[in-house]
């Protein structure tokens, strides 16, 4: 473009005769025919051109907008199908999906159902592999315990006099709903009397724990617990724990001495006017024998009988071979009954009270893999007896063979643990269940196989 510039402008100098004098007038006229001969046809093109252009380019746009419209609809229509067919699709995969879920999750739950039975079963098996071999453990043990005991210098002929054990530490705690007071036992009359001044209720419980056990822990804190709760103002429990905690062959020995002691504070509280017949012992293991210690030593004191005894599994090992004096028995009180859940290890055997109550065959309790389980048993039950009175009955047969075969007096029936009465002295079982609340009602007269393999194998053999 700037060459033509150039051309142009020389041609005009050029043909006005050159120098820096203005074009002539024919010159001038001449070139401007010239350019207008050349740019109005191609002005007139050009014009015709972009007119042309336009109506195309008008056209174009018309035909686009006329195919794009029904496309824009179409893919709109199309769109919102995809999305009606998304949701449907959604929905029906939901549909699908929740009860998949549905039984997805019922499977997992059947799959822990299943594993907690197969844990259960596998849990009867080692227990009834495993019950034996502590029984005769026990046996062989507790045997031998008075030998141990004179060997050790812990007899209790040993031990008296100048060894006698330090009782002053001894200490008995009274519980109401709303109050806890301790005292030692050399002040407990005074102390008992004056908080007993705003107790309506005149009846005495009294509670002693096992070996390595103390008021603060399970046992007394469920069994007060389910006392009060049943409008009882207050209970009471005798702390040992200074002298039954370690060393048992120790500990068993002094539990007479223990017994003695409890025995002076029952009968100070009976010259201030408490009613004997009206005071109830309940003893844990260890704890049963103290307070059959405590009724013997009171009747010497005060020629009576404490009303009632209960015996919580009173303890087998170095009680399982004594004569009747040195341990828990039927004479130590006016009604004396007993429930043994560890029967043979942690527990005694023999019968011992009144009534002998011994659910689950009195051995291995359902749910317990340990023996230490089965011998924390019966205070859950005693518990629970106390807040459900008549939850356990029970039939008196001649043994457990005997139950199992129907073979009982079912005339003869008696509830176990808080409602316990006097008469028709025997034994007595039933069955509970594996987990509280432990009450099977009057079905636990029934029994039921809950035996595993190698029991039920053991029950065909005889």
């Known amino acids: 473009m700037r060459g033509s510039s150039y051309v142009l402008v020389w041609l005009v100098l050029h043909m006005s005769g050159g120098g820096d004098s203005v074009p002539a007038p024919n010159a001038l006229s001449f070139l401007g025919k010239s350019l207008a001969s050349v740019t109005e046809p191609l002005s007139t093109v050009a014009t015709t051109t972009g007119s042309n252009t336009w109506a195309v380019a008008t056209s174009l746009g018309q ?8 496309l824009g609809s179409a893919a709109g229509g199309l769109a919102n199908v ?6 449907s699709m959604g929905g029906g995969l939901k549909n699908v999906g929740e009860p998949i879920g549905t039984v997805v999750v019922s499977a997992g739950s059947a799959g822990v159902g299943v594993g907690k039975t197969v844990g259960q079963v596998l849990q009867k098996e080692i227990q009834t592999v495993k019950q034996p071999i502590d029984v005769t453990l026990t046996y062989i043990g507790s045997s ?5 005991q004179k060997l050790l210098g812990v007899s209790y002929q040993q031990l008296q006099g100048d060894n006698e054990p330090n009782l002053d530490n001894l200490e008995i705690v009274y519980k109401t709903k709303y109050t806890t007071t301790t005292a030692n036992i050399m002040n407990a009359p005074a102390t008992l009397r004056q908080a007993r001044k705003f107790d309506n209720d005149d009846r005495l419980v009294v509670y002693f724990h096992g070996f390595t056990d103390d008021p603060g822990q399970k046992s007394f804190t469920q069994l007060s617990q389910a006392y009060l709760a049943k409008d009882r103002m207050s209970l009471i429990a005798l702390d040992a724990s200074s002298l039954i905690r370690w060393f048992y062959a120790r500990a068993s020995t002094f539990v007479q001495y223990i017994g003695e002691a409890i025995a002076a504070v029952l009968a100070a509280l009976v010259g201030h006017g408490q009613d004997p017949a009206k005071i109830h012992l309940v003893g844990h293991s260890l704890g049963g024998h103290i307070a059959g210690y405590a009724g013997k030593a009171f009747q010497l004191l005060t020629g009576k009988k404490i009303g009632r005894i209960t015996g919580l599994d009173p303890a087998g090992p170095c009680f399982s071979h004594l004569e009747p004096r040195l341990r828990l028995h039927h004479d130590d009180a ?10 043979g290890v942690y527990g005694l055997s023999d019968p011992v009270g009144h009534k002998d109550y011994y659910p689950n065959r009195g051995t291995m309790q359902p749910g317990c893999l340990l023996q230490t389980c089965s011998h924390s048993r019966v205070y859950e039950l005693y518990a629970e ?3 459900n009175p008549t939850g356990f009955p029970s039939v008196r047969c001649a043994n457990w063979a005997a139950f199992r075969q129907g073979n009982c007096e079912y005339d003869k029936t008696s509830y176990m643990g808080y409602a316990s009465k006097p008469g028709n002295d025997g034994l007595y079982f039933l069955q509970t269940n594996l987990s509280s609340p432990y009450s099977l009602g009057a079905e636990g007269c029934k029994f039921r196989n809950t035996d595993g393999i190698v029991m039920s194998v053991a029950n065909v053999l005889g």
């Not at 035909?63 to 029904?70: A, E, S, Y």
């Not at 995809?82 to 949701?87: Q, V």
């Open 144 to 148: 031998q315990c008075q030998n141990v």
């Open 63 to 70: 035909g686009l907008q006329t195919v794009g419209k029904p």
């Open 334 to 343: 006016d009604y004396v009954d007993a429930i043994h859940t560890d029967a």
């Open 385 to 387: 007896s106390v807040l």
């Open 82 to 87: 995809s999305i009606g067919t998304a949701k």
